[in-house]
């Protein structure tokens, strides 16, 4: 039979203990061996027999287990419970803990400070360098605009004629006609507006695709880009530069079309098109601009990239780029293309014409919108329609092998350039 007693302490101790009697015929032998073996080794009337190392603190409060014996007949296990900590050993290391707690938290709450100083000083100058550098990207993109459109202006002249005018000729009469009728500078003409036009959307479109690439990396906590994020940031980067850059590209058509060059140059045409149709006729065609940059965009720098990324992670790849690690600085501008001269030039060609090939019909249909007057304005669609109903099918792709035959040293050239000025202006990854 077991009982419990409980006994009064004084108001001045902490500790309440009680006690559990087990009658040696019910007691079991296992706990009869262990108490034996504690007795014989202590000189003790009550030998503490076992201990739970069990100590749940609330506030001040600390719990201990313990059992013992008195007597032969019987076996006693007590339980204290310790509110105040009266006992010394409690009270010291309740005291000692709560200083090394104390101070933890004081160093945290100075790390935590210091911490939050030095985020300061970082913001502000990750702030003012990340300005000088979106600045250098920008007229990275904008330097290789200004260079790959001079050296086509005479390609993107007789796309123009095909796609504005209509013209029926073959590429060999076209090309003498304007010799004969304008002279060499004829095949540059209205390249001054075009680099107005491109190079601000050259330099929005690189400097967009960047971010949004290496922002979706971070984002989804992908180690380097997938396809997906690049197909997505080229699209998102062509419609960011579409629309900023559309009046510009708007005021240029104007200028090459039958009559545009009565109106005076940029400035003239602007001030026609304000007048008589509003400002927002600076924007026709922009629903077809968008639905063509956004898969062209995805186009150019997703296979860009994804050719530049399969030929690193080759065995040739890999051993360039270990070859530009060990000879750093050492290296010039050109040798520290990743891909080399060569390749850079044929990958950029490779992505412009997949991308001009997917998306032409598109920018026909924009020239097309881009021409008409606000008294027959037709929607995308209806214009679409019209242009298949008077020439066929083959009238979206008018003009698409001299626009192929620009684009290919054209888009080969502007990638040349970008990557080599972001070496020579040293632009950081964004």
């Not at 945290?108 to 030095?118: G, L, N």
């Not at 304005?377 to 626009?403: D, H, M, W």
Request: aromatic content about 10%.
């Amino acid at each position: 039979m077991s009982h419990l007693i409980k006994q009064n302490n004084k108001p001045s101790d902490s500790f309440f203990p009680g006690g559990l009697f087990l009658d040696t015929t019910t007691r079991p032998t296992s706990f009869i061996t262990l108490i034996q073996s504690s007795s014989s080794s202590s000189n003790s009337a009550t030998v503490s027999c076992f201990s739970w190392g069990i100590r749940k603190r609330v506030g001040t409060e600390f719990l201990r287990l313990e059992g013992g014996i008195n007597g032969g007949s019987c076996f006693f296990s007590s339980l204290s419970l310790s509110i105040n900590g009266t006992n010394a050993d409690h009270s010291h290391r309740y005291t000692r803990e709560s200083n090394e707690v104390s101070d933890q938290h004081q160093k945290k709450v100075e790390q935590d400070v210091y911490q939050e100083k030095e985020e300061e000083k970082e913001s502000i100058r990750v702030n003012g360098s990340g300005a000088v550098n979106m600045t250098k990207h920008l007229w990275a993109g904008a330097f290789s605009a200004m260079v790959s459109r001079t050296f086509v202006a005479p390609l993107e002249r007789l796309k123009l004629e095909y796609i504005v005018r209509g013209e029926q000729k073959n590429l060999v009469e076209l090309i003498q006609t304007i010799a004969v009728s304008q002279g060499l500078k004829g095949f540059w003409k209205g390249n001054f507006v075009n680099i107005l036009r491109t190079a601000p959307f050259k330099a929005i479109n690189f400097y967009a695709y960047d971010t949004y690439k290496n922002k979706l990396v971070r984002m989804l906590g992908n180690e380097e880009s997938t396809n997906f994020e690049r197909f997505v940031a080229g699209a998102a980067a062509g419609i960011t530069a579409t629309l900023l850059c559309l009046p510009m590209d708007t005021i240029r058509t104007v200028m090459v079309a039958p009559g545009g060059e009565a109106l005076g140059g940029v400035i003239g045409v602007f001030r026609h098109m304000i007048k008589t149709e509003g400002f927002f006729s600076l924007y026709k065609g922009l629903v077809p601009s968008i639905i063509s940059m956004a898969p062209s965009g995805a186009v150019y720098y997703g296979v860009y990239d994804i050719l530049k990324s399969a030929y690193l992670h080759s065995p040739e790849g890999m051993k360039r780029i270990q070859y530009m690690k060990e000879e750093g600085q050492e290296l010039n501008a050109l040798e520290q293309l990743e891909l080399g001269t060569v390749r850079t030039l044929l990958y950029g060609a490779i992505a412009g014409c997949c991308a001009e090939a997917a998306t032409y019909p598109f920018e026909v249909v924009r020239r097309q919108l881009q021409l008409q007057v606000q008294a027959t304005r037709l929607n995308a669609l209806a214009t679409c329609v019209k242009i298949v109903e008077q020439g066929g099918v083959p009238a979206l792709y008018a003009g698409l092998t001299p626009s192929l035959l620009q684009v290919l040293p054209s888009a080969a050239i502007s990638y040349f350039v970008y990557e080599f000025m972001k070496i020579v202006l040293k632009v950081e990854s964004t």
